[in-house]
């Protein structure tokens, strides 16, 4: 059909958990630099799909995600020491080495997660 287009969205929600080796750099005052990086282990919580097409939307659970991931972290953080604790700034990369689309007749779609995070927190 000319002119016809679509859209499909996945929204996906994982409990990830990382095994990082992070290295400070040795500076003075209150700011510590840090490079980290690890593998990482992730499972999933939920999923939804939408279809968007001829101006209609279609929501879906998505059966054809696997619910386990895999891959490798790497970042770097800073670390700003004050009273008591510490302000902590990570800026992550998730990369996904695990294919988690489900195999389905006649298609071999391949789905590997990438993330980009920022996180602010506070260590004690």
Same mark, same amino acid.
Do not use: W
């Given at each position: 059909? *000319?002119?016809?287009? !679509? ?13 990082? !080796?992070? +290295?400070?750099? @040795? ?6 630099? %840090? +490079?980290? !990086?690890?593998?990482?282990? *992730?499972?999933?919580? @939920? ?5 968007? *097409? =001829? ?14 991931? +895999? ?9 700003? @020491?004050?009273? $008591? ?6 800026? &992550? ?7 988690? %689309?489900?195999?389905? *007749? ?7 997660? &990438?993330? +980009?995070?920022?996180?602010?927190? =506070? $260590? =004690?």
């Amino acid at each position: 059909i *000319a002119g016809f287009s !679509a859209t499909k969205t996945l929204k996906i929600d994982y409990l990830e958990l990382p095994l990082l !080796a992070k +290295f400070t750099l @040795s500076t003075q005052g209150n700011l510590k630099p %840090s +490079f980290f !990086a690890g593998p990482y282990g *992730a499972i999933k919580l @939920s999923d939804q799909g939408k279809i968007e *097409a =001829f101006g209609l939307g279609i929501e879906e659970s998505l059966i054809d995600v696997k619910g386990a991931d +895999f891959g490798l972290v790497f970042g770097v953080g800073l670390d700003y @020491s004050i009273k $008591g604790g510490a302000i902590l700034i990570d800026i &992550r990369y998730s990369l996904g080495l695990t294919n988690i %689309s489900e195999p389905v *007749a006649l298609l071999s779609n391949e789905l590997k997660n &990438r993330v +980009f995070s920022i996180m602010l927190g =506070f $260590g =004690f």
